[in-house]
Structures are given as structure tokens and as C-alpha cells.
């Protein structure tokens, strides 16, 4: 079955330490956007990618980083610089990079929790 | 830049009851609109979208939502609330100029049903 793959689903860390969360996608899509969630503040856009080796900076870019040297995998750092890294961290991608044939497809998530 | 107010953050619903979530976007035209479902610990479903046309559409699992123009909203209706309906639920909306295919998410309104 094609799919998103978030891991780790639940994972913690120390403060000081940085952190990275795979996203991996085997549905051929071009774009990928990682969203982090809090609770009563709905997914705000962390970064996004729409070609490999190519992204760019969402909302709410400071204290993560990201690479896209694969088509199919886009990770996540979390980073010490991150002052408040505690969340739910949702992976999605899409066909294409706009509208109305860019569907978003989310993963099931990553929790982290900082200690 | 665009945005979503979802006014109600929880309802609760009886078995067998209607349901109407609203949400209220601010555009300066008309964007693509979505409604997610999100249960417990998971990622996010879509259960319908609005690109353009008929102003009435239908998704899945019984769901639809109308598009008003004049009063920018785009509220989701169920004629008959199942308790497997109990969930959180996200309206967003997208930019129809440049910007991709980035979704600005409202902060979400959740689903209880009562048996």
C-alpha cells in the first residue's frame, strides 16, 4: 500500500539535544511539507519542499532544519534552538506543488516531548 | 495573506442528531477550501474539498459542506451523527495565486457525541 511513514510515532529528548524525525513517502510525490500541532492552534507550516534538493521556510521555520536529497524522504530536525519543541508533528505530501491537483496526503504523526 | 476562523472549538452532538461545523475564511478572492478529520493520536483524512462549481459538495462518510461567498463560509453538515463521528475536525483553506499549494489551517473544532 502506498503511504506516509512518520518515526518515531512517540519519542523523547532532553533539552540541549537535537532530534530528527523521518518522513518517508512511496506514492511518487513530488512535495512534502512537515506541520507542527498544538493543542487550540490547529497545524501551522514548519517547511515545505516541492522538488528535491529545493525548500523553503514555512510560518514557523526557526529552531528546525530539514534536507530533500531524495525524492521520497524528507526529515526533520528538531533542534536545540527550539524553545518550545514539545508537539505533534504531522508529514504530508502532494503530486504537485499547487492546487487543485496537489492533494495533501498527511503520515499518522510524531509526538515528541521534551523532558 | 489568507486565513481561518473556526469559531467553535467543541460541540457535542447527540447519536442520530444534524451536525454543522462552522468556518469562516479571509481571502482576498475566492480559495480552494478542505475539511480534515483527525481522531485521536492519527494524521489527517480529508473528507471534502471545494476548487470551483457546484457550491454543494459532497465527501465522504456522509459529510458536505456549502460554499457561501457572501458570507465567506464553508461550514460541514451531517444530516445524522454517527458516535465513530467523534473526532477533531480542521477547515483550510489555500491561496488560488502563487503560494503553492500551502494549506493555512483553522484550530480546529472538536466532535463529541453523546450516546
Known amino acids: 500500500d502506498g503511504g506516509i511513514t512518520q518515526s518515531p510515532k512517540y519519542l523523547f529528548r532532553k533539552e540541549g539535544q537535537n532530534v530528527t524525525l523521518s518522513c518517508e513517502q512511496n506514492l511518487n510525490h513530488d512535495a512534502m511539507y512537515w506541520y507542527r500541532q498544538d493543542p487550540g492552534q490547529g497545524l501551522r507550516l514548519i517547511y515545505y519542499s516541492q522538488i528535491v534538493n529545493d525548500f523553503q521556510k514555512g510560518d514557523i521555520a526557526e529552531g528546525y532544519s530539514v534536507s530533500r536529497e531524495k525524492k521520497e524522504s524528507f526529515p526533520l530536525t528538531v533542534t536545540s534552538a527550539q524553545k518550545n519543541p514539545t508537539a505533534f508533528y504531522l508529514c504530508?505530501?502532494?503530486?504537485?506543488?499547487?492546487?487543485?491537483?496537489?492533494?495533501?496526503?498527511f503520515g499518522e504523526g510524531s509526538r515528541l516531548t521534551v523532558l | 495573506a489568507q486565513s481561518v476562523t473556526q469559531p467553535d472549538i467543541h460541540i457535542t452532538v447527540s447519536e442520530g442528531a444534524s451536525l454543522e461545523l462552522r468556518c469562516n475564511y479571509s481571502y482576498g478572492a475566492t480559495p480552494y477550501l478542505f475539511w480534515y478529520v483527525q481522531s485521536p493520536g492519527q494524521g489527517l483524512q480529508l473528507l471534502l474539498k471545494y476548487f470551483s462549481g457546484d457550491t454543494l459538495v459532497q465527501g465522504i462518510k456522509g459529510f458536505e459542506a456549502e460554499f457561501k461567498r457572501s458570507q465567506s463560509s464553508f461550514n460541514l453538515r451531517k444530516p445524522s451523527v454517527h458516535w465513530s463521528d467523534a473526532a477533531e475536525y480542521f477547515c483550510?483553506?489555500?491561496?488560488?495565486?502563487?503560494?503553492?499549494?500551502?494549506?493555512?489551517f483553522g484550530t480546529g473544532t472538536q466532535l463529541k457525541v453523546e450516546l
Open positions: 483550510a483553506v489555500a491561496g488560488r495565486r502563487g503560494g503553492g499549494n500551502k494549506l493555512t
Open positions: 504530508a505530501s502532494s503530486s504537485r506543488d499547487r492546487f487543485p491537483t496537489g492533494e495533501l496526503f
